[in-house]
Nanobody, 114 residues
């Protein structure tokens, strides 16, 4: 069973930055990968994705502030988040963005508050 482990979350103030990491227990080079988030009472939505060819696509709410990257040799996916806003508060998850979804990890909590 593939394991996905997200890390790097925490509490930050508005305007600050944070970098999330995702480690996957299998090769990810052939997969489109994405970062998702779920706020309390809301559905889980994708906020950033990166195709296997390296094309990056962002939700309008994070465009210009978040950057997704990947290191296929290490089976890692990253999310650099700048200019964080209170509305970015959520649990962040990493997974594929394709018909094949790995078992969801536990996610990492990001809280943006003054």
């Amino acid at each position: 069973q593939v394991q996905v482990v997200e890390s790097g979350g925490g509490l930050v103030q508005p305007g600050e930055s944070m970098r999330l990491s995702c480690e996957v227990s299998r090769r990810i080079g052939d997969y489109n990968m994405g970062w998702y988030r779920q706020a309390p009472g809301q559905q889980r939505d994708v906020v950033a994705r990166m195709t296997s060819a390296g094309i990056r696509i962002y939700a309008d709410s994070v465009k210009g502030r978040f950057t997704i990257s990947r290191d296929n040799a290490k089976n890692m996916v990253y999310l650099q988040m700048n200019s964080l806003k209170p509305e970015d508060t959520a649990v962040y998850y990493c997974n594929t963005y394709s018909a094949t979804i790995f078992v969801w990890g536990q996610g990492t909590q990001v809280t943006v508050s003054s």
